[in-house]
C-alpha cells in the first residue's frame, strides 16, 4: 500500500518561535500532497495544495507568510508555522495524492501532526 | 451551509447491532471517499466510490453510492469495539478538482461491548 509519515507527531513550542512539520511519502512519489488543519470534532479544513517544483496553492483565508510550505522532492513536503501563537493550535494532517498500479487517484493521509503553543 | 453532511454526528450503539451512517452532498459527486480516524490519529482510508450504484465492501463494512440523490451510506454489520472511531466522508465535487477533497465533520462511532 502507500504509506505516508508525518514528523513530528507531537510538538510544544512557545509563542513567537517557527516549527516545521515534515510529511514523506515513503513507498511512492508524490507530486501532489496537500495540507489540512483539523480542530477538535470538526473535519478536515484544506490549507494549501503542495506541488512538487513549484509553488503551493493556498486556500482562501489561509496566510502563505504565515504556513511556509516548501516540496522540493517526490517525496517530502514540508509546512513551516511561523512565528507561531496559541491559536496555531491544531492536529495539523498531510495527505499524498497516489496513481498507484491497478488503483484509481486516492488520497493516502499522514498519522498527523499535534502542535501546541504555549 | 455545509457542502458535505454526514449524519449521524455521533452514534452510540450496543456489540453486534448494525448500524449505518450516511453522507449528503449539495453538489454532484465525481468521487466518494469513507474513511476512518481514531482520536488525534491520520486517516485511515476505507473505500472510494465512483459511479451511480456503485457499492463496495471491507469486511464487515459496506458503502453504496447514490448518485442521483447525491449521498453514500456506510453500513456496518454486526459491530464490534473495534469498529470505534470517527467516520468522515470526503468527496470531489468538481470533475477536475486536481485531488482537492471536501469532507464532512465526521461521525463519532462507539460500540459498547
Known amino acids: 500500500g502507500a504509506v505516508v509519515s508525518q514528523h513530528p507527531s507531537r510538538v510544544i513550542c512557545k509563542s513567537g518561535t517557527s516549527v516545521k512539520i515534515e510529511c514523506r511519502s515513503l513507498d511512492f512519489q508524490a507530486t501532489t500532497m496537500f495540507w489540512y488543519r483539523q480542530f477538535p470534532k470538526k473535519s478536515l479544513m484544506l490549507m494549501a495544495t503542495?506541488?512538487?517544483?513549484?509553488?503551493?496553492?493556498?486556500e482562501q483565508g489561509v496566510e502563505k507568510d504565515k504556513f511556509l510550505i516548501n516540496h522540493a522532492s517526490l517525496t517530502l513536503s514540508t509546512l513551516t508555522v511561523t512565528s507561531a501563537h496559541p491559536e496555531d493550535s491544531s492536529f495539523y494532517i498531510c495527505s499524498a495524492r497516489a496513481f498507484l498500479a491497478g488503483e484509481t487517484d486516492t488520497q493516502y493521509f499522514g498519522p498527523g501532526t499535534r502542535l501546541t503553543v504555549l | 451551509s455545509q457542502e458535505l453532511e454526514q449524519s449521524p454526528q455521533s452514534l452510540i450503539v450496543q456489540e453486534g447491532k448494525n448500524l449505518t451512517i450516511n453522507c449528503t452532498s449539495s453538489k454532484t459527486l465525481y468521487g466518494l471517499y469513507w474513511y476512518k480516524q481514531k482520536y488525534g490519529e491520520g486517516l485511515i482510508f476505507l473505500m472510494m466510490l465512483q459511479k451511480g450504484g456503485e457499492e463496495k465492501s471491507h469486511e464487515k463494512i459496506t458503502a453504496k453510492l447514490d448518485e442521483k440523490k447525491q449521498q453514500s451510506s456506510l453500513h456496518i454489520t454486526a459491530s464490534q469495539p473495534s469498529h470505534a472511531g470517527i467516520y468522515l466522508c470526503?468527496?470531489?465535487?468538481?470533475?477536475?478538482?486536481?485531488?482537492?477533497?471536501?469532507f464532512g465533520d465526521g461521525t463519532t462511532l462507539t460500540v459498547k461491548p
Open positions: 503542495s506541488n512538487e517544483g513549484s509553488k503551493a496553492t493556498y
Open positions: 470526503g468527496a470531489d465535487l468538481h470533475r477536475n478538482n486536481a485531488g482537492k477533497s471536501t
